[in-house]
């Protein structure tokens, strides 16, 4: 009899652990949307491991679409912390980041850092003064440039630089629609 009260009292301990343990994740999954989906066990292993980017680049693929994995610099003793150094996607295309990043106490700051360093890394591609892509897709351009500019360029840059014409197309008609003319 002593011994089943031993035992409901660990199942009571238990249990109270299990619901702190899943308010805890709720919490995380209301802070960063992007780990909405995941697993409770990849979840718990992305945040047990927090100051190391690799258990979390394992996930990246899961909670970032387009991204296959994460180039990752190994810290060393005298202070210098794990690094993220690029970004690899799904076909091996690699974009390399002006700034690293280094690693977070919190997932949430990490997974903040990780998009706000792919949106620089291409709005700083767009405000270079000689982009060869964005002269290439105007309308007209040499077909030669054109090619070469496809080929030479990172996909997501090309997708970017499609997208915008195609809105700035879609604006100038309905705006001329609008207008009448």
Not at 39 to 65: A, G, M, Q, W
Not at 114 to 125: N, R
Request: proline share 3%; hydrophobic share 35%; glycine share 4%.
């Amino acid at each position: 009899e002593l011994f089943m009260m031993k035992l409901e009292e660990m199942d009571d301990k238990l249990e109270h652990m299990q619901k702190n343990l899943g308010d805890y994740l709720k919490l995380k999954r209301q802070n960063l949307p992007r780990v909405f989906f995941l697993s409770n066990e990849d979840l718990l292993e992305i945040v047990v491991e927090s100051k190391y980017p690799t258990p979390r680049s394992k996930h990246v693929k899961k909670c970032f679409e387009g991204i296959q994995s994460l180039t990752i610099t190994k810290g060393n003793n005298k202070g210098k912390t794990h690094q993220i150094t690029s970004i690899v996607a799904p076909d091996e295309e690699e974009v390399a980041l002006t700034a690293p990043i280094s690693g977070c106490d919190k997932v949430e700051d990490w997974f903040q850092k990780l998009l706000e360093s792919m949106q620089a890394e291409v709005k700083a591609f767009f405000k270079e003064n000689k982009n060869e892509l964005r002269d290439a897709l105007k309308r007209n351009a040499n077909p030669d440039k054109l090619g070469n500019a496809i080929k030479t360029s990172k996909g997501q840059y090309l997708i970017t630089s499609c997208q915008i014409d195609w809105t700035n197309e879609v604006t100038a008609t309905l705006t001329s629609l609008e207008q009448g003319t």
